[in-house]
């Protein structure tokens, strides 16, 4: 049974890092992709940042230059280091885990078959 953690939200003022944090377990991890997405009050899941089975990083361009996504295959975690933090980045943060095979949109949620039970990040101006 696949099974995702997320956790190392939190509330920080604008312009602070924080570093989200994704276990993984119940399936082969280098067959799949893993995303974040999050999710504000009012709005729909977005998708932030992705990572293929090769290792290849995709970024939205609301996050660019302020978040790095990465993976501890040892550890089959994946993490989003989350810097100049904006208010506008307020949101429920949900790491996703996809099989699908051919192509694959990285920041569409239907194209990610595991979710996570989410972690608050909160900015304040």
């Known amino acids: 049974q696949v099974r995702l953690v997320e956790s190392g939200g939190g509330s920080v003022q604008s312009g602070g890092s924080l570093r989200l944090s994704c276990a993984s377990s119940?399936?082969?991890?280098?067959?799949?992709?893993m995303g974040w997405f999050r999710e504000a009050p009012g709005k729909g899941r977005e998708g932030v940042a992705a990572i293929d089975r090769g290792g290849i990083t995709h970024y939205a361009d609301s996050v660019k230059g302020r978040f790095t996504i990465s993976q501890d295959n040892a550890e089959k975690t994946v993490f989003l280091q989350m810097t100049s933090l904006k208010p506008d980045d307020t949101a429920m943060y949900y790491c996703?885990?996809?099989?699908?095979?051919?192509?694959?949109?990285?920041?569409?949620?239907?194209?990610?078959?595991?979710w996570g039970q989410g972690t608050q990040v909160t900015v304040s101006s």
């Open positions: 119940g399936y082969a991890y280098k067959t799949y992709y």
């Open positions: 996703a885990v996809g099989l699908n095979g051919g192509f694959v949109d990285f920041f569409r949620s239907s194209d990610y078959n595991y």
